[in-house]
Nanobody, 127 residues
């Protein structure tokens, strides 16, 4: 069982920045593929970004490319999401997730390829 705890959410003005953190339990964090998803009010949860187990590959949803950066620190069992240039449409609950086995590039965006999920952290961007 893997436990994930997100932090760093909050209220920020448009154009501002936030850094989300996701701390994971377990001794094999360095083998986990990690993803960030978000759910806006009244909408389905959608893919934001992901990073593979080694940190050598990252994947981004088109609307966040150039603004968001995912990274990981395996020594701290933590994955980060640096969000710059925030827009009101980025307002959502952000979830991190662990994918134990993700092979294909296209599978990183699929929620059914993730095994464990955090409780989420709220990000609100005011205009």
């Amino acid at each position: 069982q893997v436990q994930l705890v997100e932090s760093g959410g909050g209220l920020v003005q448009a154009g501002g920045s936030l850094r989300l953190s996701c701390a994971a339990s377990g001794r094999t964090f360095s083998s986990y593929n990690m993803g960030w998803f978000r759910q806006a009010p009244g909408e389905e949860r959608t893919f934001v970004t992901a990073i593979n187990w080694s940190g050598g590959s990252t994947y981004y949803e088109d609307s966040v490319k150039g603004r968001f950066t995912i990274s990981r620190d395996n020594a701290k069992n933590t994955v980060y999401l640096q969000m710059n240039g925030l827009k009101p449409e980025d307002t959502a609950v952000y979830y991190c997730a662990v994918g134990l086995r993700i092979g294909r590039y296209s599978d990183y965006a699929r929620q059914d390829h993730y095994n464990y999920w955090g409780q989420g952290t709220q990000v609100t961007v005011s205009s």
